[in-house]
């Protein structure tokens, strides 16, 4: 309990620090009690809430430093925002009493029926509730004493995604979506949020705007599917698109650098051996895709049947299952192939830029354990995999595939599954590489390589332009 103390107060004091705030010597006295005992110092909260990009990756190591979580969400809470929808009446009919001049037999309001309505339909079909956001500081003062109900999104076997309210009970959290009475909130759209009185009325199940999709009640919804080859093409070819436009001139500039503080030798070699990393990163993104259970899983859900040497990359179908975790198989893909190429220490192992691409592409769902820890399924190989491999190599590289084709085959496949250098834990081969610091040189190249990857991936999966490369 003594040690929790002092680390509250460290991080209490760390809190100012990282906002150049000082803390008064009076509020930095340990506080005296009834009979002479001494208790630790209250140390005030600081007077800033906005925080620089700077003082976000001070909170971070803030976080890290005080073992607690909850001081990285307590202090965002300060500076995020909430969505607020405004309703004529209470939501959700708690006692089950009829609503006044309302005919429906179930007791719902009109914005539960209008919920209702919508969850029969895909979210493509469905209409568009123009929430408000407002600073959670704001939503929260004004908001102590008023009753709320949030909205949530429910994931169901084979059906669309169910959007439900709930009564709130426990604290306000950012980035969620909150209901309340058009009485406590005041809305009128001319004036937005008055958290006062207000004559605006709605004959709507809302009255903050809904934005309807058209009829579509009657369209076949369309399930979207992409073949293994397609995506991961489609991956390359927009990472490859953003390195040849202002990519590659931040790559050059950052190494030259690098070689003005002797840490390269040549900054036009290391920007080409950068681009050439991170091409072939995003061309092995997704090997995790052709381990069998994935695509057992993924054709199962798509036409109920296993075809050997077909291999599917994407899909939008409700009706496919749960998929197996596949983005970290491209760590030990990546370290594999990166050190047949060469780029390795003077000791032979594989260099850190190689090793921090290959961690950014493996990350590209999600960043793993905070110790830099990453775990991956053992991969079965089946009927076709070196084909599909070699053929996206072909159509993506051309000639200079034959540089990487010589390492397609079993020695790839078992040092995936090497136990004696991924480690098994529950099941999962494991690997740790230290978690990069913006201190480490090559930070800059990790940030971009986990930005081409992750943004292309999200272009070629949803067909439509996220970065603007132009």
């Known amino acids: 309990r003594e040690k929790q103390l002092v680390d509250d107060v460290l991080n209490d004091f760390y809190a100012h620090f990282i906002r150049n705030e ?60 909430v969505q607020i929808v405004v309703v004529p009446q209470r939501p959700l009919n708690d006692s089950g009493a009829m609503f006044a001049g309302d005919d429906d037999v179930f007791g719902r309001s009109s914005f539960q029926k209008f919920l209702d309505t919508q969850n029969e339909l895909w979210p493509s079909q469905r209409d568009t509730i123009e929430s408000i956001p407002v600073s959670f500081g704001r939503f929260r003062r004004n908001l102590e004493e008023h009753e709320l109900w949030e909205l949530q999104s429910t994931k169901v076997e084979y059906q669309a995604p169910q959007i439900h309210l709930t009564k709130l009970e426990g604290n306000i959290k950012p980035n969620r979506t909150y209901v309340m009475l058009q009485a406590d909130a005041g809305y009128s759209p001319d004036l937005g949020l008055k958290f006062s009185e207000s004559t605006y009325n709605s004959d709507k199940p809302t009255i903050t705007p809904i934005i309807p999709r058209g009829d579509k009640k009657s369209e076949k919804y369309e399930h979207y599917f992409q073949t293994w080859l397609e995506h991961c093409l489609k991956v390359y070819e927009q990472a490859d698109r953003l390195l040849s436009t202002f990519y590659c001139q931040w790559i050059f500039r950052l190494a030259d650098k690098l070689r003005e503080r002797q840490v390269i030798e040549d900054a036009s070699d290391f920007s080409a051996k950068v681009e050439s990393m991170i091409r072939i990163a995003a061309l092995f993104h997704d090997l995790g895709k052709l381990n069998k259970p994935w695509q057992q899983a993924i054709q199962e859900g798509r036409d109920g049947g296993w075809k ?18 596949h983005a970290f198989h491209a760590l030990p893909t990546l370290r594999f192939i990166f050190a047949r190429l060469g780029f390795v220490d003077d000791q032979g192992k594989i260099d850190r830029l190689a090793e921090l691409i290959a961690m950014a592409s493996a990350r590209h769902h999600s960043l793993g354990s905070m110790d830099g820890t990453m775990g991956w399924y053992p991969f079965e190989w089946h009927e076709g995999v070196n084909e599909a491999i070699n053929e996206l190599l072909d159509q993506a590289l051309d000639a200079d595939s034959e540089f990487i084709k010589p390492f397609i085959g079993p020695e790839l496949f078992t040092h995936l599954n090497d136990d004696n250098t991924y480690k098994m834990q529950e099941g999962r081969h494991t690997f740790t590489l230290d978690t990069p610091s913006p201190s480490e040189d090559y930070y800059p190249f990790y940030v971009l390589a986990s930005r081409i990857i992750k943004v292309g991936d999200w272009e070629a999966s949803g067909q439509r332009e996220v970065e603007l490369w132009h």
């Open 22 to 81: 000082s803390v008064k010597k009076d509020d930095a006295k340990p506080k005296k009690e009834k009979g002479g005992k001494e208790s630790l110092p209250d140390i005030p909260a600081p007077k800033t809430k906005a925080i620089t990009i700077g003082d976000a990756l001070g909170i971070l190591d803030q976080t890290f430093h005080s073992r607690d979580p909850n001081s990285l969400e307590n202090t965002l809470r300060d500076i995020n925002n």
């Open 308 to 325: 050997p040497r077909e291999f599917w990359g994407k899909s939008q179908d409700n009706g496919v299952k749960d998929l197996p975790p």
